[in-house]
C-alpha cells in the first residue's frame, strides 16, 4: 500500500486526509444517529410519565424543575421533550410553548445534521482532486526533458507520470463514490430522527395542551 502511495506521487496525500477526515465524519455520525442514541431505553416513558403526571395534577405539584432538567440531559432530543414539560411547569401558553418548542427545535435540528455538509463536501470534491492529481501526472509526462526535445523520452519518467494519472484519478473515484452513499444513508438517518422528533414531541404536546393543539413543526 506504501508502494501505491509513493507512486502516486505528492496530489495523492490531500486525497488521503480527506479519506480519513470522512471516514471519521462516516462513523461518528453513524454511532450519533442510531435510534437508541437519540431516544435511550426508558427517555420517552419518562417524558410522558411527568407528562401524565402533570396532567393528574392541575397545579403541575407532581413535577419538580430537576426531573425535567434530568430529562434535557438524557439524549440529543432531551431538550426538546423537556421544553414542552418545562413551559408546562411554568405556566405557559400553548402560542409560548410552541414558539420555544421551534427555536429548541432548530437546535436539536442542527446537531442531527452536524457534519452531513463537511462529508457531502469530500464527496464532491475526491473527484475533482483525482483529476488535479491526473493533470500532475500528465505535466510531468510532457515536461520531461525528452518530451520537450521530440524524443522519446525516458521510459521511467513516462511510466512515473502516468501512474500518477491513474492513481489519483482511481483514489479519487475510491473516496468519492463511498463517500456519497454514505451521505446519503447518513441524510436519510437524521431526517428519520427528525420525523420521529417532531412525533413524539406532537404526542407530548397534544397531552398536555389537548385544545390548543396544533402542527407546530415545519
Sequence with gaps: ???ILLSAG???WPLLIISILG???TL???WYLRQIHIFPKNSLETAFSLANQMVSHKSEAGVSDLQVADLAQISPAGPLLACTLKEKLNGSSA?????ELQASAQNTWLKLDRYLGALATIATIAPLLGLFGTVVGMIEIFGSQGA?????GNPQQLAHGISVALYNTAFGL???IPALAAWRGLR???NQRQRECEEFTRQLFKKLYPIDTVNFVK
Design 188 to 190: 436519510a438517518m437524521a
Design 95 to 99: 402560542e409560548v410553548t410552541l414558539e
Design 28 to 30: 461518528e455520525r453513524a
Design 23 to 25: 471516514m471519521a465524519i
Design 148 to 152: 520537450i526535445n521530440g524524443a522519446s
Design 174 to 176: 475510491l473516496i468519492a
Design 1 to 3: 500500500m506504501y508502494s
Design 10 to 12: 505528492w496530489p495523492i
